[in-house]
């Protein structure tokens, strides 16, 4: 890209705003678990919409490929620059606009990060539900350009259930105000959740219009031991019979995985005192006193103990016990980098086929690797596993690392076999790109490419992410 | 239309199914209010996604228009062909194909009845949340195409939210096949939300993936007085704080339309001993028992009294008398009928905004008419007013009518002060078409009609409805 063009772009933002040092771009270009790492000409960091669709019309104008970026939080390189990308971060733009909560709405800049959007909410004792382990630098628009997911799906739904209106930054520059608050709108196609998800390749989201919610007066957290998965799956129909809406958490972790923990995060104590195969937490977020709450709770589990669903259960008794209980699960992620390589496979199945995909992607699993060991865990109550394997102790982990794709063409095939998808939560970005036309219905695949085409007929928008383009 | 082209169609889905007589096409060229009355030279009644799929291939061969219609149910003639245009009713397809309890999830065919869905839901101790007026008659994929809402909206959302995964024919005959049951899925564009509410201009809806949901173990229903729409809004903030997601109906209406009901339905009488301005039809369902359930509610009722937001209440003690309460609100759009002429509108608003969108909407309607009688009545919990005005007693009904279009510009322009939708639920289709340029954002516009030039370029899908195309 040449100089004057870099130029003709930072003039957009002012030279502050404009970093084209690579050590003032290494924040924006390094991805936080070092698998890919970005290049770009210039790092620009808009402070308004109307800047942002100034760096698009002359990106349009001058067929320059662009790459938006949130929090660079992204799990699957979707916000990493192949090399000739100028990157636009997001990140000074981070208004909260406005806060309705008699109409519990918000509208926010969507470079705010998930925190501060959460703690908006929270200053009009309101809730904004969305919660992901990087909340605290993550963005509210990546978070709509990946759909987020995270631990409080099950009874809030993903970031496409939470946002009521967009604006959007297209292709061209042209912006579209699509910032509603309404609850009921039929007035034409839905376009807000064409841009909910796309990973940034048909536009760049600017700002969002999302839903809050009345704050739980009651939060009642419980850790269970459950036989097995298919038994957790009764229990978790239940509970949604009794809690219903009010059932926020119902997530599952095996004995290794608590092994994990109990062993690489400090001040971790095992909530029971045998070891058992499987465990859960759950939790109950209300708006009747917690004492009702915890009385319900614990009279729906006696049940399920009764008829064998359950091996053991404790409902936390106080703020720090059920803190306690949520580290046991936070902490999964983390402390498996201490245990050598782990393959990783974000994967959901319909609800009901959680206990056999359990079942058949272990066999497949072991089939390649004996000594493999499996550490699924997740969301059960979404029909979302992290489905990671680690390593053998002992074994090399370059030549475990090796089997990475050979791994998750089995889990993925099993993934498949039973209606389910090989990316859940995280999106597509490079890393499941090439992966994606073999398992999308190639109708869908060729739509796909058609609304591409129509948003962005240049493809300067984000390429090399999700869709693979004939060039 | 020439009779060997008509004949091709016919020979598509048997000539049994193939109606070209008058007599057979009348049922689905009455527009049940006699609003419009359609033609067309030939109904086809396909059995079969495959039947479907070569009626579009042969119309896209032929450049033969096609209006896809469920129940024909709809209020805004999306459902009625204007003359040249092949009808293709999907009443045939009417399969339960799978139904999932532990999963909660049901796969349908497009042309199953709501009620019918609703009930291999209840076959299966499961809910299925829609509920519309027609649900006898309307049709999942009519219920699709234009975003069904009703009256449990509030808990459970519109159409949109309780979808899964779709089956679409497209314009040229391809068969989308989307029907997952997957609560996480981030593999690419959500194309299923396109369908959703596009009305049959972007493709036909064949099947449907959607959400069940446990059924409620008790529903509590109130019938309460209150003060003012603004006293409606406070309760409707603190019920939401305490009842949350099981705040199932929040609706509210006058005293006028009280008076309508009461003077033109047998058997309903005034649930309280003295009029009131307002009143509001209130339920809650949840996963509790009965009595705890109405304990919660009489509390809350209770409290909102003591601060005024409250004149009186009423919980009912036995389905008798909530099916009572519920017919005071149901009977309301049809007792209107029997006051004259009625100038309808479905209007949205955020929630916060109704007070004062039904006093400016009322002053401008007063303006106009001074005689005028408001019955704004509906889903206040959604921002969703059916703000219908009834003639002047003594008025010439057909003078009346004449300012239909005068007062809509009255009212439309209130709530489009108030960032509110002409088409809170109703949608589009033919009534509201030549309105929806000059109230959308003219990018949206736009890109409402891209996305309609790729996925029907020659235009043949439900022609003249929802958007003005250049011919």
Known sequence: MSPELIDRFAAIVGPANALRDPADQERYLVEWRGLWHGETPVVLRPGSTAEVARILELAHETGTRIVPQGGNTGLVGGQVPAGDEVLVSLGRMKRIRSVDPAGDTIIVDAGATLSEVQQAAEDVDRLFPLSLASEGSCQIGGNLATNAGGTAVLAYGTMRDLVLGLEVVLADGRIWNGLRTLRKDNTGYDLRHLFVGS??????????????????????????????????????SVLRGTAGGTLTTFEILPRIGLDFVLRHAAGTRDPFGAPHDWYLLIEVSSGVEEATARDALEADLAGAFEEGLLLDAVVARSGNQASAFWRLREMLSEVQSHEGGSIKHDVSVPVAKVPEFLARAGEAVIELLPEARLVPFGHLGDGNIHFNVSQPPGMDKARFLSMWDEMNERVHGVAAALGGSISAEHGIGQLKRRLLPRVKDPVEYELMLAIKRTLDPQGLLNPGKVLELKE
Do not use: N, W, Y
């Open 199 to 236: 990973e940034g390749t048909l536009g760049i989201v600017t700002g969002a219009a999302l839903k809050l919610f009345p704050k739980p007066r009651s939060r009642v957290t419980a850790m269970a031991a459950t036989p097995s998965p298919a038994d957790a799956l009764r229990l978790f």
